[in-house]
């Protein structure tokens, strides 16, 4: 399977503050890029996802890419307790999503 | 928004049973699903891909007579793990990309416990 790479955390930011995660992957050749947030005991849910070079801002969240570096992250601004949950890089195979093992992010009220 | 329902959300099963999980795309056709695996604090791991109307493709390591999966309509697909053991207590996720779409619609997930 293709290799991604996230640094599984925790990762604890304060409420308000922005959370910063980041995601490396190892085929060159990788088209679409997607992060999910899944909470405890569910299922993934779609946060952003992203084709093209540079940014791209939905909300709070802005997701960057970075082809020639193989790397992707997500910002989210004005970090909530709500946010708490791990974040899921995923990247797309032939016609399947290969995923990182994922970021815990906690943020502290 | 495309849903893709998954059930049961739960099950207990004795060691040596079959269990049964299906996935069903609501309101749209799915000629592919993918099943994933995902232990507890490890990410998803994609165990195989389902096509309706043919054999569907595992991804190495996953042993294809122990996890039976059917895709016999554009809208099902099911996941049967048979002779299960403890070791096969997990969670099972299904997920489809509908037509057009971005991004791949997850079902809610099945919690496999073996005892």
């Known amino acids: 399977q293709k290799e991604v790479e996230q640094n599984s955390g925790p990762l604890s930011v304060p409420e308000g503050a922005i959370a910063s995660l980041n995601c490396t992957y190892s085929?060159?050749?990788?088209?679409?890029f997607f992060w999910y947030r899944q909470y405890s005991g569910k299922s993934p849910e779609l946060i952003m996802f992203?084709?093209?070079?540079g940014d791209k801002e939905d909300g709070r969240f802005t997701a960057q890419l970075n082809k020639a570096s193989q790397y992707v992250s997500l910002l989210i601004r004005d970090s909530q307790p709500s946010d708490s949950a791990t974040y899921l890089c995923?990247?797309?195979?032939?016609?399947?999503?290969?995923f990182g093992t994922g970021t815990r992010l906690t943020v502290i009220p | 928004g495309a849903v893709v329902s998954q059930h049961p959300s739960w099950v207990i099963c004795k060691s040596g049973t079959s269990v049964k999980i299906e996935c069903r795309s609501l309101?749209?056709?799915?000629?592919?699903m993918f099943w994933y695996r995902q232990f507890p604090k490890q990410s998803l791991m994609l165990m195989a891909t389902?096509?309706?109307?043919?054999?569907?493709?595992?991804e190495q390591g996953v042993e294809k007579d122990k996890f039976l999966i059917n895709h016999a309509s554009l809208t099902l697909s099911t996941l049967t793990v048979t002779s299960a053991h403890p070791e096969d207590s997990s969670f099972y996720i299904c997920?489809?990309?509908?037509?057009?779409?971005?991004?791949?619609?997850f079902g809610s997930g099945t919690r496999l416990t073996v005892v």
């Open positions: 997920s489809a990309r509908p037509t057009g779409s971005h991004g791949y619609t």
């Open positions: 085929d060159r050749g990788s088209q679409s």
């Open positions: 992203i084709y093209s070079n």
């Open positions: 995923a990247v797309t195979g032939a016609n399947n999503l290969f």
């Open positions: 309101d749209f056709q799915a000629t592919t």
């Open positions: 389902s096509n309706e109307g043919s054999k569907a493709t595992y």
